[in-house]
């Protein structure tokens, strides 16, 4: 059963346009969310990340909105440029009582940035 | 630069033949994990260490068995490595999830 499905497994921007990344969860659990990207032949790096008390967390280009109610998020780029052209993981943990708790990934979405 | 190091980068293994997957990091992390990632499938998590001492089964653990030989190692063992674990594989470390992971560059292995 994936907890984290990320539907479009990928996505072509023109640069300097948005890039909107989809995400939705299924466990209710789940209280905090991150983005990460991934380029070939490299480990995947934290990007941004978001709290269930929060609906949107902004950090320069990169905005992540929650919608708790429909449980979804979405990664925006704004204005998308060709170095974000990559692999985008969502992921989402449950953190009760301060305890250590496992990400579970989405499947990833290749974004591609066309000049 | 701080961060977690995999060894080896590329292994290539005959059905049958064991080795060990080593992840080291330096962050003074407390967990640390070993996800596999495959085309598409995503990353989906092997065992992980919560804490030194502690190793716990993840989504795909079967065929796997791993060590957390201090606060800084986690290695992964495959005893008896079959093609279906030909795959990607990434360490990673965390303070605590939340606080997001590093991850290693990966290990790029082979079975044939």
């Known amino acids: 059963d994936q907890q984290v499905k990320q539907n479009s497994p990928s996505l072509s921007v023109q640069e300097g346009r948005i890039s909107i990344l989809n995400c939705d969860y299924t466990n209710s659990m789940f209280d905090y969310f991150l983005w990460y990207k991934k380029y070939p032949a490299e480990g995947p790096t934290f990007l941004i990340s978001?709290?269930?008390?929060?609906d949107k967390n902004e950090d320069g280009r990169f905005t992540v909105f929650l919608n708790k109610s429909a449980k979804h998020l979405s990664l925006h780029i704004v204005p998308s440029q060709p170095g974000d052209s990559a692999v985008y993981f969502c992921a989402a943990t449950g953190n009760s009582g301060g305890s250590n708790y496992k990400l579970t990934f989405g499947k990833g979405t290749l974004l591609t940035v066309n000049p | 630069n701080a961060g977690v190091t995999q060894t080896p980068k590329f292994q290539v293994l005959k059905t049958g033949q064991s080795m060990t997957l080593q992840c080291a990091q330096d962050?003074?992390?407390?967990?640390m994990y070993w996800y596999r990632q495959d085309p598409g499938m995503g990353l989906r998590l092997i065992y992980y260490?919560?804490?030194?001492?502690?190793?716990d089964k993840g989504e795909v653990p079967n065929g796997y068995n791993v060590s957390r030989l201090n606060k800084r190692e986690f290695s992964l063992r495959l005893e008896s490595a079959a093609p279906s674990q030909t795959s990607v594989y990434f360490c990673?470390?965390?303070?605590?999830?939340?606080?997001?992971?590093?991850f290693g560059s990966g290990t790029r292995l082979t079975v044939v």
């Open positions: 990673a470390s965390s303070r605590t999830a939340n606080y997001g992971y590093t």
């Open positions: 962050m003074n992390h407390n967990s």
């Open positions: 978001i709290s269930s008390i929060k």
């Open positions: 260490s919560a804490s030194e001492g502690t190793t």
